[in-house]
């Protein structure tokens, strides 16, 4: 079976640190579209028994740079916004789908829906790349 994970995603995603502190996982990464899983662990909820909001705001911020940089040329995050819709729990598979909206000279606008397993709408990101300048 053929990778759906782009080489320059797959180089990307073997040095990430947080990847490794977080447990996320890399599911398909394509020039403008990323999916990435995290299972809720124990030791990622906050004082009120759900999934911390940071985490929830890194895998989603995870998501957008694979996507964003799964044509080899890189770019980083300039802005970002996330609203939480629901809570994460305790054991809960949450997934990030990142797509680029729109994308002109080395800017870029990406959307990412987080949902748990169970169906629900966990937050939805909206986020802004900026690619280096190849001068």
Partial sequence: MPSTI???AAAMDALDRAR???G???VSAE???AVVHMT???DMVNGLGVCHG???FTLADSAMAHASNSDGEAAFAVAASIDFVSPGVT?????AV???QFRRGRTALYDVVVTSDSGDVIARFHGRTQHRSSA
């Fill in 6 to 8: 782009a080489q320059p």
């Fill in 24 to 26: 996320y996982v890399l």
């Fill in 91 to 95: 054991g809960a598979v949450l997934t």
């Fill in 54 to 56: 940071g985490l929830i």
């Fill in 40 to 42: 809720v662990r124990d």
């Fill in 20 to 22: 490794a502190l977080l």
């Fill in 31 to 33: 020039p403008g579209r």
């Fill in 98 to 100: 990142a797509v680029e």
